[in-house]
């Protein structure tokens, strides 16, 4: 199952983690939410709240961009952890 990336198009967190998925060449589904938070209903049934970016990676779900980064290095980076 591919990674998804909830997101809005102008956000900078958002910019940074695309950045990080291209960089490390993941392939990703996008799924583009509206900008008015509380319109974001598909973030909130995946996440519990309405901010982006979040990340899904099968039935992990994150949702801080420095987590996001963090668990993209560990898991298909360079710092990626053996066996996973």
Known sequence: M????YHVAWCPDCEVVRDKLADLHIDYEQVIV??????RKVVHEVSGQY?????KDGDL????TDDILDYLDK??????????
Not at 34 to 39: G, L, Q
């Open 61 to 64: 779900v994150l949702t801080e």
């Open 2 to 5: 591919p990674l998804t990336l």
């Open 51 to 55: 901010f982006v970016p979040v990340l």
């Open 34 to 39: 509206p900008d008015i938070r509380p319109m």
């Open 75 to 84: 898991t298909y980076g360079q710092d990626r952890i053996p066996g996973r």
